[in-house]
C-alpha cells in the first residue's frame, strides 16, 4: 500500500464548509495529521495575503509548510512570508484579456499590493472582496494603465457566460494563458506556466518528496490540474462533475468532512 506524505486541500468549498468554517471535526483532524509527521498545504485561488489566516489557524508556520495561491501563480512558506517561486501573466496578452472579460459584459478583478480593484459593478463583482477579506474598491481607470505583469485576473458575472466561455475557449486564452473557472461565477486567466498542478509538482521538488506520496482534494474545475497530478487525486462530494469524472476517489462533501475521511482512510 502506498504511503502517502502530503495532503493538499483547496479553501473554499472543500476545506471549508457551506458556513465557510472548518468543522471542529476537521480542524482536529488536521492538527493530528500534522503531529503526527505528514505535510499539509493549502491550494487555492486566492491572493497569496488572504490565505495566511487560515494557514497559521492550522499551524502551518509552525510546521513549515506552504501554500498555493493565485491558482498556482505563487508558492509562499508559511513561516517567513517568502515566495519560494511565482509565475506572472505576459504582460502584452494580459491587455488582451482585460480586452476580452469586458467584450462579454465581465466585470474584470485584478490584485494590487494593498488589495483588490474592480472595473464595474455588476450582481457577483463584491464577492472576491468578501470571500478573501482584502480591501476592495471599484476603480475602471486603473484597467486602462496597468503596465506591470500581474499574477492573475478574473472575470466574473453570470454563471451562464463563464460556463460558455470556458468550453469556447477549451482552457486558453491567446498564446500564454489559460483560463478556467473556480466558481460558477469566477473565469480565472493566468499564466499557462501557473496552475495548482504544475506548482505542486515544484513544491514537491522544492521539498524533496515524490510526487506519488501526495494525495490533493477539491471541488472545481481549477483543482483539476492538481489532482491529475497528485498521487492520489479526490475529489468532494459537493465537487463539480467534470473533477469527479477525474477523481481517483470522491469523498464526502465539504458539510459531511469530507476532508476527514480522506485522512482516516489513506494516511
Not at 483532524?29 to 491550494?43: C, D, K, M
Not at 459584459?105 to 472576491?128: C, F, M, P, Q
Request: glycine share 8%; hydrophobic share 35%.
Amino acid at each position: 500500500m502506498m504511503t502517502y506524505k502530503m495532503l493538499v486541500l483547496d479553501i473554499d468549498d472543500t476545506l471549508l464548509n457551506s458556513q465557510h468554517e472548518i468543522s471542529p471535526k476537521t480542524f482536529k483532524r488536521l492538527i493530528e495529521f500534522q503531529e503526527a509527521g505528514n505535510y499539509l498545504v493549502l491550494a487555492s485561488g486566492r491572493p497569496t495575503a488572504s490565505m495566511f489566516e487560515t494557514a497559521d489557524l492550522l499551524k502551518l508556520n509552525h510546521y513549515n509548510s506552504h501554500i498555493i495561491s493565485f491558482n498556482g501563480a505563487v508558492v509562499s512558506a508559511v513561516a517567513s512570508r517568502t515566495e519560494i517561486f511565482s509565475q506572472r501573466m505576459d504582460v502584452d496578452e494580459q491587455q488582451e484579456v482585460i480586452d476580452f472579460i469586458q467584450a462579454n459584459d465581465l466585470a474584470v478583478i485584478a490584485y494590487t499590493e494593498d488589495g483588490i480593484k474592480v472595473d464595474r459593478e455588476n450582481e457577483y463583482s463584491h464577492i472576491e472582496g468578501e470571500l478573501t477579506g482584502l480591501p476592495w474598491e471599484y476603480d475602471e481607470a486603473y484597467f486602462k494603465s496597468i503596465t506591470q505583469p500581474q499574477l492573475k485576473f478574473i472575470g466574473v458575472g453570470d454563471p451562464t457566460i463563464c460556463k460558455q466561455l470556458e468550453q469556447d475557449l477549451g482552457g486558453r486564452y491567446g498564446k500564454q494563458t489559460n483560463a478556467v473557472t473556480s466558481k460558477p461565477y469566477f473565469l480565472e486567466f493566468m499564466h499557462e506556466a501557473s496552475s495548482k498542478g504544475s506548482s505542486l509538482e515544484r513544491l514537491c521538488e522544492h521539498l524533496g518528496i515524490d510526487i506519488s506520496q501526495t494525495i490533493a482534494c477539491g471541488d472545481g474545475n481549477n483543482d483539476l490540474t492538481m489532482i491529475e497530478t497528485a498521487g492520489l487525486g479526490v475529489a468532494m462530494g459537493n465537487a463539480t462533475e467534470t473533477l469527479k469524472k477525474a477523481a481517483d476517489y470522491i469523498t464526502a462533501s465539504n458539510d459531511e468532512d469530507g476532508i476527514v475521511q480522506v485522512i482516516d482512510k489513506f494516511f
